[in-house]
């Protein structure tokens, strides 16, 4: 079984422009998640998404939005991009949603780096 | 690797020793607990989790250890082999009044094995 899949895995952006990073869950999953990974402040959640319905978010600003399609793939959109956004973004996938012992799996990331 | 950040605690270990990696969690309503690897280039890999109503979860070569009273946890990985040379992050999911909330990552620790 393919495992969740993410792209592009590398970005260069300027500041100002907007990016979408795709990623596609692993078959049959339907929850989908998404982090951003930075030295300074480690993993920190974004959002989750679960049967097209936003379920969680954490707490980064609107320009940082997604949305799942009814094949369970989804996307996260970042407008006016911030030298600050450069960061790996990691998207992660389970069965259920993320409530409970839904493990989940995670993809190798996406490189953003905001010039 | 680009995953790792720039200051994080750092434990070496000799090959065939035992490791023992702590994460502090902050939360008393947390009611579960992950311990993820991670691998230059790669996104975390799940090693093994524990639901607060226990103290101690045996896995291959792993083993995690909850104390309530302190909000510490550790994994013990036994007989460390140059292959365990990761980031280790421990991962908390907070409960509120059943409501399951996000996942929340501690800052990492880098496990580099000698051989």
């Known amino acids: 079984k393919a495992g969740v899949t993410q792209t592009p895995r590398y970005l260069i952006k300027t500041r100002g422009q907007q990016v979408t990073l795709s990623c596609s869950p692993i078959?049959?999953?339907?929850?989908v998640s998404w982090y951003q990974q930075t030295p300074g402040q480690g993993l920190q959640f974004l959002f989750e998404y679960f049967s097209e319905t936003q379920r969680n978010k954490g707490n980064f600003p609107g320009r940082f939005s997604g949305r799942q399609f009814s094949n369970s793939r989804s996307e996260m959109n970042v407008s006016t991009l911030e030298l600050g956004d450069s960061a790996l973004y990691l998207c992660?996938?389970?069965?259920?949603?993320?409530?409970?012992?839904?493990?989940?799996?995670f993809g190798p990331g996406t490189r953003l780096t905001v010039l | 690797g680009e995953n790792v950040g720039l200051h994080l605690p750092t434990l070496s270990v000799q090959e065939g020793d035992n490791s023992i990696i702590n994460c502090a969690y902050s939360n008393s309503a947390s009611d579960y607990f992950i311990w993820y690897k991670q691998e230059s280039g790669k996104g975390p890999q799940f090693i093994i989790d524990?639901?607060?109503?226990?103290d101690k979860r045996q896995g291959q070569r792993v083993t995690v250890l909850l104390n309530k009273t302190v909000k510490h946890l550790s994994l013990q990985i036994a007989a460390t082999q140059p292959g365990d040379s990761a980031v280790y992050f421990c991962?908390?999911?907070?409960?509120?009044?059943?409501?399951?909330?996000?996942?929340?990552f501690g800052k990492g620790t880098k496990l580099s094995v000698k051989p």
């Open positions: 078959s049959g999953h339907r929850s």
């Open positions: 992660a996938s389970s069965l259920g949603a993320s409530g409970g012992r839904n493990e989940q799996f």
């Open positions: 524990i639901r607060s109503n226990m």
């Open positions: 991962a908390e999911r907070e409960y509120y009044g059943g409501s399951q909330g996000n996942l929340i």
